[in-house]
Nanobody, 116 residues
Framework: QVQLVESGGGLVQAGGSLRLSCAAS????????MGWYRQTPGKQRELVAS???????TYADSVKGRFTISRDNAKNTVFLQMNNLESEDTGVYYC??????????WGQGTQVTVSS
């Protein structure tokens, strides 16, 4: 099993920045990829960014050029740097770990609110 703890959410004005952190513990060696998802009321949870075991990254079209996913392997932590935030970025952001056996774990979520 993997335990994920997010931090770094909050309230920010449009155009501002936030950095989310996700600290992972447990069976880290079996993690195949880490990702950040977000959910807004009435919508499905959507992938924002992911980083594979090999370091490849993917981004939702809506955040390309504004968000950057990275990791610190020594600290078992994944980050999401969010710049030039827009009101549409408001939502609950969840950290996710996809295991080699395809099991997925989720963090508790952190709220990001962007005021216009």
């Amino acid at each position: 099993q993997v335990q994920l703890v997010e931090s770094g959410g909050g309230l920010v004005q449009a155009g501002g920045s936030l950095r989310l952190s996700c600290a992972a513990s447990g069976s880290i060696f079996s993690v195949n990829a880490m990702g950040w998802y977000r959910q807004t009321p009435g919508k499905q949870r959507e992938l924002v960014a992911s980083i594979s075991r090999g370091g490849s990254t993917t981004y939702a079209d809506s955040v390309k050029g504004r968000f950057t996913i990275s990791r610190d392997n020594a600290k078992n932590t994944v980050f999401l740097q969010m710049n030039n935030l827009e009101s549409e970025d408001t939502g609950v952001y969840y950290c996710s770990a996809l295991m080699i056996g395809a099991t997925r774990y989720w963090g508790q979520g952190t709220q990001v609110t962007v005021s216009s």
